[in-house]
């Protein structure tokens, strides 16, 4: 199949929506925590987290429109600090339902059964049943103008991680945490190493670990 650009603007919105979330593959999938500033706590299920850099440590996160209430975004904008919480196959059904639009004063937490976790010094809420934590602070926010969505790029104050996921290195392995991957915005699917590769280097073959 070939769909030029006409094509793709000609497909029904749906159709649409649901090729061009999935056509980039796997994605992570997060729950990010937040509360807003009367103490509400909100859950949202994300997959749209991009590592910036590592000194400072810092992730981002893409989010739609201002054309419809987003109480993440509301939330991280009022006081600067939220969660990054990592799905596990064992939470998908409540993180999946995460997605619905649930009004501001309700909590996702307590609508999908899982347990807000709070750690002293972090103004924002963690999911418990997570296997992997952050504790973000907002560093900075980007209006895209393309499209009307926004990018908030957060630096990691805080990190909870078994010990047993990080190998030798020093990187995680996601397949030890039974972190999951998201294929556009109904598909889970689980992880598994298939191999390590060393350093590249231009006067050396490949070379697995």
Same mark, same amino acid.
């Given at each position: 199949?070939?769909?030029?650009?006409?094509?793709?603007?000609?497909?029904?919105?749906?159709?649409?929506?649901?090729?061009i979330?999935?056509?980039?593959g796997?994605?992570?999938?997060?729950?990010?925590?937040?509360?807003?500033?009367?103490?509400?706590?909100?859950?949202?299920?994300?997959?749209?987290l991009?590592?910036?850099g590592?000194?400072?440590?810092?992730?981002?996160?893409?989010?739609?429109? @201002?054309? &419809?209430?987003?109480?993440?975004?509301?939330?991280i *904008?009022?006081?600067?600090?939220?969660? %990054? !919480?990592?799905? /596990?196959?064992?939470?998908?059904?409540?993180?999946?339902?995460?997605?619905?639009?649930y009004?501001?004063?309700?909590?996702?937490?307590?609508?999908t059964?899982?347990?807000?976790?709070?750690?002293?010094?972090?103004?924002?809420?963690?999911? @418990?049943? &997570?296997?992997?934590?952050?504790?973000?602070?907002? *560093?900075?926010?980007?209006?895209l103008s %393309? !499209?009307?969505t /926004?990018?908030?790029?957060?630096?990691?104050?805080?990190?909870?991680v078994?010990?047993?996921?990080?190998?030798?290195?020093g990187?995680?392995?996601?397949?030890?945490?039974?972190?999951?991957?998201?294929?556009?915005?109904?598909?889970?699917y689980?992880?598994?190493?298939?191999?390590?590769?060393?350093?590249?280097?231009?006067?050396?073959?490949?070379r697995?670990?």
């Amino acid at each position: 199949m070939h769909l030029s650009a006409n094509d793709i603007e000609d497909l029904e919105r749906r159709r649409r929506a649901a090729l061009i979330n999935s056509i980039t593959g796997f994605k992570p999938a997060n729950l990010v925590g937040t509360v807003d500033a009367q103490g509400r706590s909100n859950l949202a299920i994300m997959s749209s987290l991009v590592h910036i850099g590592s000194h400072p440590p810092l992730l981002a996160l893409v989010f739609r429109p @201002d054309n &419809a209430e987003r109480h993440t975004l509301d939330n991280i *904008r009022e006081t600067g600090s939220y969660t %990054i !919480n990592h799905v /596990h196959a064992g939470i998908i059904d409540a993180a999946h339902q995460t997605a619905a639009r649930y009004p501001g004063n309700v909590s996702e937490f307590a609508a999908t059964g899982l347990t807000e976790l709070w750690r002293d010094g972090h103004k924002a809420p963690f999911v @418990d049943e &997570a296997q992997v934590r952050m504790g973000m602070i907002l *560093r900075d926010e980007l209006p895209l103008s %393309i !499209n009307g969505t /926004h990018m908030i790029i957060g630096e990691i104050v805080s990190l909870e991680v078994p010990g047993n996921a990080i190998n030798e290195l020093g990187a995680l392995d996601p397949a030890k945490t039974d972190s999951i991957a998201i294929s556009g915005l109904d598909s889970y699917y689980r992880s598994s190493l298939l191999q390590r590769m060393a350093y590249a280097k231009p006067d050396k073959a490949p070379r697995r670990l």
